[in-house]
Nanobody, 122 residues
Framework: QVQLVESGGGLVQPGGSLTLSCAAS????????MGWYRQAPGKERELVAT???????NYADSVKGRFTISRDNAKNTVYLQMNSLKPEDTAVYYC????????????????WGQGTQVTVSS
C-alpha cells in the first residue's frame, strides 16, 4: 500500500504565506517526479508545480515567483512554499508522486493524496 498524506492547508489572508507538506508512506522502488496540483470549484484540476528526482522544477505561470517546490527524497516528502497568496489561489491542493512500485515494474504509477484545502480570504 502506498499512501500520501498532505498537511499545512488552512485559511490565510491575501498576501500571506502557507507551506504544504506531503509525506508518502509504504514502499516505492523509485520516484520519477513529485508535484502539486490544485482544483477550484467548477474548474478542472491544474498543475501547480513539479520537481524531478534530480531536483529540476517547473511551475505554472500563475504561481511562478510566488511558490517554491522542494523535496526530501530520503523521506519521500514534497513541500510547497506559497507566498504572496491571492484569492484566486483558493483551491484543494493535491499531492502527486509518479514512480515505479517495484523494481520489476514495467510502467510508472501515479499516486494521489486526499487533498488539503487552501482558502485565501480577508
Amino acid at each position: 500500500q502506498v499512501q500520501l498524506v498532505e498537511s499545512g492547508g488552512g485559511l490565510v489572508q491575501p498576501g500571506g504565506s502557507l507551506t504544504l507538506s506531503c509525506a508518502a508512506s509504504g514502499t516505492i522502488f523509485s520516484i520519477n517526479a513529485m508535484g502539486w496540483y490544485r482544483q477550484a470549484p467548477g474548474k478542472e484540476r491544474e498543475l501547480v508545480a513539479t520537481i524531478t528526482n534530480g531536483g529540476s522544477t517547473n511551475y505554472a505561470d500563475s504561481v511562478k515567483g510566488r511558490f517554491t517546490i522542494s523535496r526530501d527524497n530520503a523521506k519521500n516528502t514534497v513541500y510547497l512554499q506559497m507566498n504572496s497568496l491571492k484569492p484566486e489561489d483558493t483551491a484543494v491542493y493535491y499531492c502527486n508522486i509518479e514512480g515505479r512500485r517495484y523494481y520489476y515494474s514495467a510502467r510508472l504509477s501515479a499516486y494521489w493524496g486526499q487533498g488539503t484545502q487552501v482558502t485565501v480570504s480577508s
